[in-house]
């Protein structure tokens, strides 16, 4: 069980909230097996990792949203987004055992999401409105990834760390042009998030 502070900081229905604690008991029991995660306590992958994802939400202004969620691993953010919101996010993630994973969650939560069990390359065949992600590269090389997705309508929405600005700086002279903000979360929510839009080529 979540802090009574994270609790509040998720501000979800109570029904939602018990499918995401479901959800956090399924990735903790699979963590024990593989490393989807990384080795935190229960606590920290509310704040970290739940959390985190939940509030990626809030820069999100459309009504139906698809989501690509690449490299999705343990579910973050794609299935809490999925969980939260009840988007469609397709899930890309070229890890068999992770996506066995992943299956296994949808099941359980009733998700909208889609796994698909390859790498971001051979997706192509839709067209999303919003690409997110957390921890797959740096922002210059996951532009590279995701280049055949990217256009003028397209927002990128990055979980990233202590190093934001200057990835995003790196970024600069690449292919394509883009606009982008910088959120970062209080306390409780942690994390940073980078937004990238209206990208033109160069």
Known sequence: MPSAKIVEALNVPRGTFLILESFVSLLLKWNEKINLIGRNSAELVWKKHVLASVQLSKYIDADDPLILDVGSGGGFPGVVLSIVKGWKVVLVERNKKKCIFLSEAQSLTGANVVVE???????NNFSPDIIVSRGVTTVRKFLKLVDGFLNSKVKV?????????????????SEWKFDFEVKHGNSEEGGTIAILSNFKRT
């Open 117 to 123: 069990n390859k790498t971001i390359e051979e997706t």
């Open 157 to 173: 929405m990055l979980m990233k760390g202590d190093r934001c600005q200057v990835e995003l700086d790196e970024s600069f002279g």
